[in-house]
T-cell receptor
Framework: SQQGEEDPQALSIQEGENATMNCSYK?????LQWYRQNSGRGLVHLIL?????REKHSGRLRVTLDTSKKSSSLLITASRAADTASYFC????????????FGKGNQVVVIP | SAVISQKPSRDICQRGTSLTIQCQVD?????MFWYRQQPGQSLTLIAT?????????ESGFVIDKFPISRPNLTFSTLTVSNMSPEDSSIYLC????????????FGSGTRLTVV
C-alpha cells in the first residue's frame, strides 16, 4: 500500500521563483526521501531526511519533516528550467524491510 | 552509489506475448526491487527479489504474471507475462543505498506499450 502521499500538484512557475511541494504519510517511518523523475525516466535521489531530523538542506533544496503531522515539504529555491520534472516523496516504513512507498507526485514546470 | 543498467529502455509488444526486463548492478546487493509506474501515476512496488530465494510479491501481484529471477547478487530479471494493454507502464528496478542515510538507486526504466 502507498504510505506516502502528497497533495497532487501541478506547479507552473517562472524561472527564479521558488517551488514548494508537500507530502503526507500514514505510518511510522525510518526516513523520508525525495526523488526527481524527468520525462518518465528513472528516478534520481535528491535528499533524505531521517525521522529524528526536522530540516535538511542540500544546495537549492530544503526539506522539512514534521513527524507529529506525518508530513514533509520540499522547497526548491531559485528554480531553473532544468528543474522541470515530476517530484515524488517516498517513505521507508519502520520495520518495512527497506520497501519504499511512494506518493502521488508533483509535476513542476519551470518557464524560462 | 550503485549504477544500474536496465534494458530494454522501451518496447512495443503484442498482447498475449511476454517481455523480460533485465537489470544489472555494478556491485553486489542483497535486495532488488521492481516497480511499476502506470501512465501519469506514481510507483507501485511489484516485488522484492532476493538472491537464492523466491521473490516476495506485494498484494495484487502474482508470480505467474510477473516471474522474477535473481541468479546472483548483481542481476535480476522481471518478466511481464501474457500481456494485455493494461500492462502498458514503465517498469523500474531499484536497489537500496549503501547505508540507511543514502537514497535508493533506480534503473532508467523500461517503457512498455502493449498493443
Amino acid at each position: 500500500s502507498q504510505q506516502g502521499e502528497e497533495d497532487p500538484q501541478a506547479l507552473s512557475i517562472q524561472e527564479g521563483e521558488n517551488a514548494t511541494m508537500n507530502c503526507s504519510y500514514k505510518t511510522s517511518i525510518n526516513n523520508l526521501q525525495w526523488y526527481r523523475q524527468n520525462s518518465g525516466r528513472g528516478l534520481v535521489h535528491l535528499i533524505l531526511i531521517r525521522s529524528n531530523e526536522r530540516e535538511k538542506h542540500s544546495g537549492r533544496l530544503r526539506v522539512t519533516l514534521d513527524t507529529s503531522k506525518k508530513s514533509s515539504s520540499l522547497l526548491i529555491t531559485a528554480s531553473r528550467a532544468a528543474d522541470t520534472a515530476s517530484y515524488f516523496c517516498a517513505t521507508a516504513p519502520r520495520g518495512g524491510n527497506n520497501r519504499l512507498a511512494f506518493g502521488k507526485g508533483n509535476q513542476v514546470v519551470v518557464i524560462p | 552509489s550503485a549504477v544500474i543498467s536496465q534494458k530494454p529502455s522501451r518496447d512495443i509488444c503484442q498482447r498475449g506475448t511476454s517481455l523480460t526486463i533485465q537489470c544489472q548492478v555494478d556491485s553486489q546487493v542483497t535486495m532488488m526491487f521492481w516497480y511499476r509506474q502506470q501512465p501519469g501515476q506514481s510507483l507501485t512496488l511489484i516485488a522484492t527479489a532476493n538472491q537464492g530465494s523466491e521473490a516476495t510479491y506485494e498484494s495484487g501481484f502474482v508470480i505467474d504474471k510477473f516471474p522474477i529471477s535473481r541468479p546472483n547478487l548483481t542481476f535480476s530479471t522481471l518478466t511481464v507475462s501474457n500481456m494485455s494493454p493494461e500492462d502498458s507502464s514503465i517498469y523500474l528496478c531499484s536497489v537500496a543505498g549503501a547505508s540507511v542515510t543514502t537514497g535508493y538507486t533506480f534503473g532508467s526504466g523500461t517503457r512498455l506499450t502493449v498493443v
